[in-house]
């Protein structure tokens, strides 16, 4: 009531819809309010409501026949004038030719050297992609972000691609879907996140977040992003740009560039799943900044509070989440944690001590989620790389844990990662619980239940896991070959080259050979008796 309003405007009406065009089309924008203006831009930046720098009245249908991303706001006297609406069209025909400096971009991003835009003519015009450049542009989901470009790659602390984890910036996301389904458009706020933001420039290709906030537009993301029986409200996504294992990393391992699937991180968290467990779901998608093609990114959850809750029932407010190590708290406290570990150290009574236990972690999730990374061999994990989360007002709050950046994964069949022992990590729970005759009775009995019979790590069931991972990349990566292939090399790496090497060892290898070799490193431990059990 206190607002002097005589109404709110809408967002203005486009007359195509975003999406992928060849043809030049006129796009008309108008509202259902008489009276009203129109104001828009054509170059990321926010439309002002007047005519003033880029910003223009419309009047006439706007001709595009380029990649162009306009934005238009509604604006009336006396009324609340309107959120902005993005609309991106994309020419594929454009996209493949993407210079080396496209005009208005800069062309050094803070670092030695210039940025890095080009779609690489090599890959585009070779033999073998030529033909089919055009359909694997549209093999996945395509994401398209329109900001300011100062926003962007602004000097002096503004642009967040620049100056790395600074605070978030308003942003408008796009998810425009290659079968032609509805998508969506909604303002929100985008951050740079991730190692290769912390550790400048040890990738160019950066990792972003997407937070949607009230204080942009609306508060959750409703859309079914991972597919309509999985969960479709969002507080946050991730665009994972992988700093590791990947043809941009900026380390000295040549072996990290050869090992690139983009696939190891989801693959993980498919395991988990299938295992029962609570990991982050994801998909593959193809990013666009203002127009630009950006490569191939991993959108997935990020399993904070919110994720908890939509998992397991119960409000946000109410989870306790740890990452990365006991006193980094995401959210609520870590004292439930802190005690957990206590009781574990206690080793004196197994049987009080597994009844104790038993009231704060879910142990057969726990030990699932052990075995998950036992079998990917993860090497980076767990001095870091893994979420827990509980509910602290529930009977049943126990302690679960998420799989989190496993990129370090299925790179040596005979790794052994189950001696690891990282202090207030699942690793050392476990190695302190393995003590305890009842906890390591219920080890083996999930040892059973995933290495035998129809368990999860028979070789045709965990290649069928991750061959689902590798269709859903096989078109896209032939992109992201042209987009950040020659990052670090002249001669670009490529998918049916280097890629295709290392997916033929992963299926013909590890996922074959893995399952009895893990079984071993149990059996020597004494986690698992030397023998055949019965199963039904």
């Known amino acids: ?20 065009y060849s043809d030049q089309i006129l796009v008309d924008i108008v509202t259902n ?19 003033e720098g880029s910003t223009k009245e419309f009047a006439t249908p706007v001709p595009v026949s380029t990649t162009t991303c306009i934005r238009a706001l509604v604006t009336h006297p006396g009324w609340k004038t309107s ?5 991106s069209y994309i020419y594929l025909n454009d996209v493949i030719k993407q210079p080396v400096l496209p005009t208005g971009f800069p062309a050094n991003w803070g670092h030695t050297g210039t940025g890095d835009y080009e779609m690489d003519p090599d890959i585009v015009n070779s033999a073998l992609y030529q033909s089919t450049i055009i359909d694997d542009l549209k093999s996945i989901p395509t994401v398209s972000l329109v900001m300011d470009r100062e926003d962007w790659f602004g000097s002096g602390g503004k642009g967040i691609y620049i100056e790395g984890e600074l605070d978030e910036r308003a942003v408008s996301a796009e998810w425009i879907s290659p079968d032609g389904e509805k998508g969506f458009q909604v303002n929100c706020g985008v951050m ?3 190692g290769s933001s912390t550790r400048r420039w040890k990738s160019d290709k950066l990792s972003l977040r997407l937070k949607f906030k009230a204080e942009y537009e609306t508060s959750e993301l409703k859309y079914p992003v991972f597919g309509e029986d999985n969960i479709s409200e969002f507080n946050t996504l991730v665009l994972d740009a992988r700093l590791n294992n990947a043809w941009h990393y900026g380390g000295g391992s040549e072996q990290q560039r050869l090992f690139a699937q983009y696939t190891r991180d989801q693959f993980a968290c498919d395991v988990q799943n299938n295992m029962g467990g609570y990991a982050p779901l994801g998909r593959h998608v193809h990013l666009y900044i203002n127009g630009l093609y950006w490569g191939m990114y991993h959108v997935h959850e990020r399993p904070d509070e919110h994720f908890a809750s939509s998992n397991l029932g119960g409000f946000p407010e109410h989870y306790d989440v740890i990452k990365h190590d006991k006193n980094t708290v995401v959210s609520g406290s870590n004292q439930s944690y802190l005690d957990m570990f206590t009781i574990a150290d206690n080793t004196q009574n ?19 989620y052990m075995l998950m990374n036992f079998y990917v061999g993860n090497t980076d994990w767990a ?32 790794a052994n990662v189950t001696g690891r022992n990282d202090n207030g990590g699942p690793t050392q729970l476990h190695q302190q619980l393995i003590k305890n005759p009842l906890y390591k009775d219920v080890f083996a009995n999930r040892v059973h239940k995933h290495f035998f019979g129809n368990g999860v790590f028979l070789p045709d069931n965990i290649k069928e896991i991750y061959q689902n991972r590798l269709d859903d990349v096989y078109r896209a990566v032939v992109a992201e ?23 033929n060892y992963q299926l013909n290898t590890y ?5 009895n070799i893990v079984l071993d490193q149990l059996i020597d431990n004494g986690w698992y008796p030397d023998g055949s059990a019965p199963y039904f």
């Open 350 to 368: 197994p049987a009080d001590q597994f009844e104790e236990i038993s009231e704060y972690l879910d142990i057969e999730n726990f030990i699932d």
């Open 511 to 515: 996922l074959p050979s893995r399952r």
């Open 383 to 414: 001095h870091q790389n893994w979420y827990a989360s509980r509910n602290n007002t529930s009977e049943d709050g126990r302690w679960r844990y998420h799989s989190w950046d496993a990129e370090h994964i299925m790179k040596d069949e005979n």
């Open 83 to 87: 959120e902005i609406k993005t609309c």
């Open 1 to 20: 009531n206190s607002n002097p309003y005589d109404g709110v405007l809408s967002k203005p009406f486009f007359s195509h819809e975003h999406g992928f």
């Open 192 to 194: 740079v996140v991730g």
């Open 481 to 503: 070959s042209a987009r950040w292939g020659d990052n670090r090399r002249e001669v670009p790496y490529s998918r049916d080259n280097e890629w295709v090497t290392h997916r």
């Open 33 to 51: 309010v008489p009276g009203a203006n129109i104001f828009y831009t054509i170059d990321g930046s926010i439309p002002l409501t007047k005519e």
